[in-house]
């Protein structure tokens, strides 16, 4: 099952708008990343924000981390049109016997509308 | 640095044939993860193989299986082929092993027919 969750599954807005992903997870954490992908191609890694840091800044990029709730958000402030693509949180649950394995949400289609 | 290359970008498979897909990491990279991206289930987990050793592994059939050579290269092959194969294969690469920062390749797009 997916480890995290995203939210929305679809967002669009306009060039210069901001846009939030949301991602919720189940289990306990190590670290949370945020992906790209642009269509059907493969991912390209944004940020990695530790179980211990609130927030952490990327450039136009900006991701908090709430471990109390389990969740995260993504803002991409300025947008652009290049920033269309579906964007994707990434945990480390615990596959068993010690050794984790990064999981995948289902991810957060985004579109910049120039 | 060269990204992580993987060969063939795009395959058509009878059911029932076997596939082999490889992957080249990074330079330096001695992980490689293999990910099988569907648009039903999404993104999900295969194996990762570090230092010639599968040091994880997914909730796959024995069908999928894999390797990874001396020089960190890997493979995946798939065999008894499905229709419910059909996927964009995604192969990453890492500098340690873990679910820590992954560089992916550009996938292989198998369908099975």
């Known amino acids: 099952s997916q480890q995290g969750e995203e939210d929305p599954q679809a967002l669009s807005i306009q060039e210069g708008e901001n846009a939030t992903m949301n991602c919720s997870y189940k289990?306990?954490?190590?670290?949370l990343q945020w992906y790209r992908q642009n269509s059907g191609r493969g991912l390209v890694h944004l940020i990695l924000i530790r179980s211990n840091e609130r927030e952490k800044h990327s450039g136009r990029l900006r991701v908090t981390l709430d471990t109390s709730k389990k969740s995260s958000s993504l803002l991409i402030t300025a947008s652009r049109a290049a920033d269309t693509a579906s964007y994707f949180c990434a945990t480390d649950g615990n596959s068993g016997a010690g050794s984790y394995q990064l999981t995948f949400g289902k991810g957060t289609k985004l579109s910049v509308i120039p | 640095k060269a990204g992580v290359t993987q060969t063939p970008r795009y395959l058509i498979k009878t059911r029932g044939q076997q596939v082999t897909l490889s992957c080249s990491p990074i330079s330096g990279h001695r992980s490689v993860s293999w990910y099988q991206q569907t648009p039903g289930q999404g993104l999900q987990f295969l194996f990762e193989y570090f230092s010639e050793t599968q040091r994880n592994k997914g909730n796959f059939p024995g069908r999928f299986s894999g390797r990874q050579f001396s020089n960190s290269r890997s493979e995946m092959n798939v065999s008894t082929l499905e229709l419910g194969d059909s996927a964009l294969y995604l192969c990453?690469?890492?500098?340690?092993?873990?679910?820590?920062?992954?560089?992916f390749g550009p996938g292989t797009r198998l369908t099975v027919t």
């Open positions: 990453a690469s890492s500098y340690r092993q873990g679910p820590y920062e992954q560089y």
């Open positions: 289990t306990s954490i190590n670290n």
